[in-house]
């Protein structure tokens, strides 16, 4: 158990109060600027407050560089707590500091506007974050979304992000049984030794050859789709003219996952490992005609026009940080604790209802982009709410001593964990859990996928838990909709149990003797079900996406020219119900923030 340092035994000395560096011009350039309750500070406070206030009040003053920490923006006794905001006007003010409101407020303030962040929370990165997960235990783990694929390298550099990703050497493993013998497919980036695992586990080549033949084909459709993401919204035939194969795009855009991959593969297990990326985070059959689930798989494999999906170094907390930076170090403030409470326009100027420490203030915009759901929106407009979306997904997050033994005695537990470890994925499985749970019962069988991050990243484990061969491992279950969670504890827990047990059919061992504890003695194990994450992240319904996955092109004339657009022209989404929008990407905020840019190319900094 972690020792908890002692006390100390008298409280720090305080520093003597620096003289304030606010001059009497400094002090009118504020009343100027409309700071009036700000210079009053500055000339009232005590030694100790007005200290802080001057410096703070000397750099707005004289226009330099604002540097200020994050932590005296959140909620707090700080002095800008009881400022709340430094402006009376912005040109942007963005609802929300997860990811995509980072990239839009990063932009926007490169490009000269004035932009203000408010964030309910007491930290930005919405559900992009790294944090300690387990009490005592010196690990930060990805809590929510834990890999990268989407997010565009034109964000990266046009930001001047520094981060690190890195490939993972293993695709995938999925463990299974045949003729009595413990066994896997191993897909890895190389290619004699995947062959080798197609044929030892089908009996033939047959099945590799399709393989390399689907992922061919959609990766023509991932050089070919996803550098539109970033461009204004196309409409279907410029789309399907730009992917310039009627065969091609029939396969992945008209008809369903389902029936293309009952043409192109014969094994079970094959099959399922491929509708895999057709369900994440999303409750829908192979078969469906919505076509939700070739949404879904289309986002899965164009990421990067690879399809890959990479390791953040550092969790993913790394890169919303460094957003975060990008943003502040470009000029925007950012103000955590600050719950956004109403949107009221007339289309040219927005009025923004804030809240913080139970205060109420109002601060004016030229355009309010809005890091939060489509629902979200509509209250904050008081508007009637979209038809609501369901997430259906368990997210687990685990701390290990050791990685498990493996039944099949063929792969390296190493290698199997590096990439996605699939479990109870063959496509009749995926098909009966979906058949259950439609039918109002959770899955009896549960499927889920597991990565070990630490095995491409140790960074995220202190270094005495990474010595001594520790390791971390993330679960995403599948086929579990919100409906069949009334919030009580019971679903969850016989969920949890029911997948760990379908997990334990291919381990040599337990996972439970494997789990490390934390500092209490609890097994180092958190679950996470759609109605835990609509309460800790207000994802509505639990849905990792906010709403069912979009095409990316226009589908209609109310679509807009970005897939950003409300019914207010200077009102836009910028979360990940936007067109185009789902996974760690950061493509709405750069989509909004470019619609932004065009309607108001000139507008330069307010005074």
Known sequence: MARRPAAP?????????????????????????????????????????????????????????????????????????????????????????????????????????????????????????????????????????????????????????RFDLRKRSVSSYTPTERR?????????????????????????????????????????????????????????????????????????????????????????????VVLTDGLIGTFTSAWAEDLRQNRCFLYHVIGGGTGDWDVPVGGMGALTDELARAAREAGAEILTGHEVTAIATDGQRAEVTYQHEQRTATVDAGHVLVNASPEALADLLGQERPEPAEGAQLKVNMLLKRLPRLRDTGVDPREAFAGTFHVTESFEQLEAAYAEAAAGRLPSQPPSEIYCHSLSDPSILGEALAREGYQTLTLFGLHTPARLFDGSGDEKARLLAATVAQLDRYLAEPLADCLATDGDGAPCMEAKTPVDLERDLRLPGGNIFHRDLSWPFRTDAATGRWGVETGHPNVLLCGAGAVRGGGVSGIPGHNAAMAVLEARPGVGPRT
């Open 180 to 272: 009595g013998r413990d066994t896997g497919l191993l897909v890895t980036r190389d290619a004699g030794r995947t062959r080798e695992s197609f044929a030892r586990l089908t009996g033939s080549e047959r099945e590799f050859a399709a393989w390399q033949d689907f992922y061919g084909k959609a990766a023509h459709v991932a050089e070919r789709v996803f550098p539109t993401l970033t461009a204004p919204l196309p409409t279907e035939d410029e789309l399907r003219e730009r992917v310039g194969d009627d065969r091609i795009w029939g396969m992945f855009f008209q008809q369903t996952l389902g029936e293309t991959i009952e043409q192109t593969f014969t094994d079970d297990l094959v099959r399922g």
């Open 9 to 161: 035994a008298a409280g720090p000395k305080r520093a003597p109060a620096r003289p304030s560096r606010l001059s009497s011009r400094g002090f009118s350039r504020l009343v100027a600027l409309g700071l009036v309750g700000f210079a009053v500070i500055v000339a009232t406070a005590g030694d100790e407050r007005r200290s802080e206030a001057a410096d703070l009040g000397a750099s707005i003053a004289n226009e330099a560089p604002w540097t200020y920490p994050a932590t005296l923006l959140g909620p707090g006794p700080g002095v800008l707590g009881m400022i709340m905001v430094l402006h009376r006007s912005y040109d942007a003010v963005i609802v929300g500091g997860g990811h995509n409101g980072l990239v839009s407020a990063a932009y926007l303030a490169r490009a000269g506007r004035r932009v203000l962040v408010l964030e309910r929370l007491g930290r930005t990165g919405g559900a992009a974050i790294s944090a300690p997960a387990f009490p005592g235990v010196d690990a930060r783990l990805s809590r929510y979304s834990y890999l990268v694929s989407l997010l565009p390298r034109k964000i990266v550099d046009d930001l001047g992000l």
